[in-house]
């Protein structure tokens, strides 16, 4: 899983409305892809970009295909994503920090 390919899965509103349903708890292909006007295929396609992201984990049982979220990716892109804040935050202080001192002056 890199971070890349969770962004990009995360990056499309019906991949996410996916995501929102699998917090509920597993789900086979078909329940998730019912709310969308879209056919299995292209549920199908989200599902497996999902998949690449890190962000599903896929079972068999039997012919069906049952889907569950794993949590894993959104923890190390957010664990990102804080530590982006964190380096920008001190960035800016420091700036405002100078700024302040020349005003002073």
């Given at each position: 899983?890199s971070?890349?390919?969770?962004?990009?899965?995360l990056?499309?509103?019906?991949?996410?409305?996916i995501?929102?349903?699998?917090?509920l708890?597993e789900?086979?292909?078909?329940?998730?892809?019912?709310?969308?006007?879209?056919?299995?295929n292209?549920?199908?396609k989200?599902?497996?970009?999902?998949?690449r992201?890190?962000?599903?984990?896929?079972r068999?049982?039997?012919?069906?295909h049952?889907?569950?979220?794993?949590?894993?990716?959104?923890?190390?892109?957010a664990?990102?994503?804080?530590?982006q804040?964190?380096?920008?935050?001190?960035?800016?202080?420091?700036?405002?920090?100078?700024?302040?001192?020349?005003?002073?002056?």
């Open positions: 899983m971070l890349d390919a969770t962004l990009t899965a990056a499309d509103p019906t991949r996410r409305a995501l929102s349903r699998l917090t708890g789900a086979r292909v078909t329940e998730l892809a019912r709310p969308f006007a879209l056919s299995l292209a549920v199908s989200h599902i497996r970009m999902l998949e992201g890190g962000l599903v984990r896929r068999r049982a039997g012919r069906e049952i889907l569950a979220l794993d949590p894993a990716a959104l923890d190390a892109t664990d990102w994503i804080a530590a804040k964190a380096a920008w935050s001190a960035r800016l202080q420091k700036l405002d920090d100078l700024l302040r001192e020349e005003d002073a002056r």
